[in-house]
């Protein structure tokens, strides 16, 4: 897998495990961590504010999630999505959880930029589209450091 900025991740098993045990960093580090979750930028996908909310323990689906985790990376997601708005991110959310089998149950927090609703009439219906543009449109050193910047915000204000 490449990460956002076209480097190798190199990772043994799953990869979800292995990022919550610090086996591979991303260039601009992780947002935000405590011992049940990882909040970082989306690994593959160079979208500004893209960020992914993922448990520390293997989990893929939301129903093996606790009531006190569930509430926890509702929480996180509120609070991420909080912060991205106060600081001029973005100001609309896709918010989607994700369940692959043999991964990790995840959770994008994806801004809507403008450029997407430019791209597409439905983000939702066209992820796909959004995605594959963003990866070959948007691996720009100045992605990068928009990239860099806002987790430093994120993890300032955390």
Not at 42 to 62: M, Q, T
């Amino acid at each position: 897998m490449k990460n956002y900025a076209n480097e190798e991740i190199l990772y043994g098993g799953c990869p979800g495990c292995a990022y919550a045990k610090h086996e591979f960093e991303l260039p601009c580090g992780m947002a935000y961590e405590n011992d049940n979750f990882t909040l970082s930028q989306d690994w593959e996908l160079p979208i500004e504010g893209f960020l992914i909310v993922s448990p520390k323990r293997h989990i893929e689906k939301l129903s093996e999630l606790t009531d006190n985790e569930r509430n926890e990376m509702f929480d996180i997601v509120n609070k991420t999505i909080k912060i991205l708005r106060e600081n001029n991110v973005c100001d609309r959310f896709e918010i989607i959880f994700e369940e692959k089998e043999n991964r990790h149950l995840h959770v994008w927090i994806m801004p809507r930029h403008k450029w997407m609703t430019e791209l597409v009439d439905d983000i939702i219906d066209n992820i796909g589209t959004i995605l594959e543009y963003a990866k070959s449109n948007f691996r720009s050193e100045n992605v990068y450091k928009q990239i860099n910047n806002i987790t430093k915000i994120v993890k300032e204000n955390y």
